[in-house]
């Protein structure tokens, strides 16, 4: 049987240690791990967006998140806005919505904002040129199976 490398074993408990960390800050707040990412989302890209923009930056099924849009609308924490001429797609937090933002998913964001200043630009830069080569060399084994 083939051996995992302690580096590979080393990212791979850092990654579900840091998984576990924002499941257990949903439960604290009493959503779902889809619903923390989707504020999450929102309090980087702004107040308004859609379902297609947070699908492909979530990298989750368009299902997962029609789903969850769907109980946010209907808890009152987001609306669909519609123009005349468009489809609606636009999807608007409501005061609610705007509320737990500010007050549940801020905190932690101004939380990674502080982790990531304690690092140089050139740290950073190394620490996402390592993770994206990662990426690439195992994404191409993986698209040849």
């Not at 699908?55 to 998140?65: E, G, R």
Request: aromatic residues 12%; negative net charge; contains cysteine.
């Amino acid at each position: 049987m083939y051996k995992i490398c302690e580096e590979s074993k080393r990212y791979n408990i850092f990654y579900k240690r840091n998984e576990k960390m924002y499941h257990d800050i949903a439960v604290k707040l009493g959503i779902s791990d889809t619903v923390f990412w989707i504020f999450h989302s929102i309090c980087e890209y702004g107040d308004t967006f859609t379902q297609k923009l947070l699908v492909d930056y979530l990298c989750s099924p368009k299902q997962t998140i029609n789903s969850a849009i769907t109980n946010l609308i209907k808890d009152g924490y987001m609306s669909i806005k519609c123009e005349e001429d468009k489809k609606c797609k636009e999807l608007v937090l409501t005061d609610k919505g705007t509320e737990f933002c500010e007050s549940k998913i801020l905190p932690i964001v101004k939380a990674e904002n502080e982790a990531y200043a304690k690092f140089s630009k050139e740290e950073l830069e190394l620490f996402f040129k390592v993770l994206d080569t990662k990426y690439e060399i195992i994404k191409e084994s993986a698209d040849k199976l």
